[in-house]
C-alpha cells in the first residue's frame, strides 16, 4: 500500500487474490477465467486445419481441462509436429499432451497414483458396479450438459461430482479410484487428510484450497483418503476445537461441488455421518467384503 501511495502516475497491478488498497486510491475489476466455449475458439484458432481432424475430441478436451490461452498455444505447437492426421490418433495425442502440461502443479502437493485397473479387476456386487460406470458417464456428459445445454451459465455451485466410497478397510475404495481414473483416462492424486489437517485455524482451509486450485487445470480425479475424522457425525458445538472441524468439513464440501471434476472421499464410518453432509454428496457407494462366491 505505501509504494502504491508514493506512484504518482496510473498503475495496473494483476493478483491471482484481491489486493487490499484504500478505496480512493483504486478501482477493483474482477476478470473471470476463461469460459469452456472461449477456450473451444482459442483451441480452434491455434489448431487450424488440425481441428478438422479432431472434431468431437475437441469438446472432449474443453470440457475436461481448464487451460490458459498461454498453456493452449503451447500445447497447439506441440500437436502442430504431429504428422499423422488420423482423427483418433491425433485427439488421443492432444489429450495426453493436454494432460501432462496441466498437472505439474500438482504433482507438489499430492502423490499422482499411475491406474492401470479395469472393470475386470474389481470384485463387487453388479449394483455398485452400476454406479460407478453412472460416474464415469456422468464425467463424458459434462460438455453437453453445461456448456451446449447452458446450464454452467446457470448454476454457480454443484457443477462437480462428489463421490463418497465406505466400507471396511481392504474392499477395493482405492482400486475402485483407479478403475475410474483409467477409464476416463485422468490422472489420480490422492490426499491424506490426516497430513492435510492442521492445528491452526484457517491452516487446514488453506491446505485444502492449495489442492483444489492446483487441480483446476487439468480435473483430475481426487482421492481424498481417511476421511474418518473430519467426517465424523457433528454433535452439538462446545468448544472452539469443535467450530473449528464443521469449517473445515463445509469448506471441503463447498470446494468439492465447484470443482470442475470429480472429487473422491473414503471413510470406513458411513454410519457416523451427519445426514446434512451427505445431502452434499452426488453419488455414495458402499463397499462390502466380498462373500466367499466372489
Known amino acids: 500500500g505505501c509504494f502504491i501511495r508514493s506512484i504518482y502516475a496510473p498503475t495496473i497491478i494483476t493478483s491471482r487474490q484481491p489486493v487490499e488498497l484504500e478505496e480512493n486510491l483504486s478501482i477493483r475489476i474482477d476478470v473471470p477465467s476463461i469460459s469452456s466455449s472461449e477456450q473451444k475458439d ?21 470440457s475436461q481441462f481448464n487451460l490458459s490461452a498461454e498453456k493452449i498455444a503451447n500445447v497447439s505447437q506441440q500437436i502442430e509436429s504431429v504428422t499423422q492426421n488420423c482423427t483418433d490418433e491425433l485427439s488421443d495425442n492432444l489429450w495426453q499432451t493436454c494432460r501432462l502440461q496441466s498437472r505439474k502443479k500438482l504433482d507438489n502437493l499430492a502423490q499422482r497414483i499411475t491406474s ?38 446457470k ?12 466400507g471396511p478397510s481392504g474392499t477395493g475404495k482405492t482400486m475402485a479410484a483407479n478403475v475410474i481414473a483409467h477409464e476416463l483416462q485422468l490422472d489420480l492424486y ?14 487446514t482451509e488453506k491446505n485444502i484450497a492449495r489442492v483444489f486450485d492446483a487441480a483446476e487445470d487439468s480435473g483430475a480425479i481426487l482421492l481424498f483418503d481417511e476421511a474418518d475424522a473430519l467426517f465424523a457425525k457433528r454433535t452439538e458445538v462446545k468448544t472452539s476445537h469443535d467450530r ?19 472429487a473422491i472421499l473414503t471413510t470406513n464410518l458411513k454410519k457416523e455421518m451427519d445426514n446434512a453432509f451427505m445431502r452434499r454428496i452426488r453419488f455414495a457407494v458402499q463397499f462390502p467384503f466380498p462373500d466367499s462366491s466372489a
Not at 458396479?129 to 459434462?142: G, M, P, Y
Not at 448454476?155 to 465406505?166: E, N, T
Not at 473449528?244 to 470429480?262: D, F, K, V, W
Open 244 to 262: 473449528n472441524a464443521n469449517m473445515e468439513t463445509s469448506y471441503l464440501l463447498q470446494r468439492m461441488e465447484s470443482y470442475s471434476g470429480i
Open 155 to 166: 448454476l454457480s455451485i454443484g457443477l462437480g461430482i462428489s463421490v463418497l466410497f465406505y
Open 42 to 62: 482459442i483451441w480452434q484458432e491455434k489448431l487450424g486445419d488440425k481441428t478438422n481432424y479432431i472434431n468431437g475430441g475437441l469438446d472432449r478436451v474443453v
Open 116 to 153: 492401470t485397473l479395469g472393470w475386470g479387476d474389481l470384485v463387487l456386487p453388479e449394483i455398485q458396479k452400476q454406479v460407478l460406470r453412472d460416474i464415469v458417464s456422468h464425467a463424458r456428459q459434462r460438455f453437453q450438459v453445461y456448456e451446449n445445454w447452458g446450464f454452467s451459465n
Open 190 to 203: 490422492r490426499i491424506d487428510l490426516s497430513q492435510v489437517i492442521n492445528k491452526y485455524i484457517g491452516e
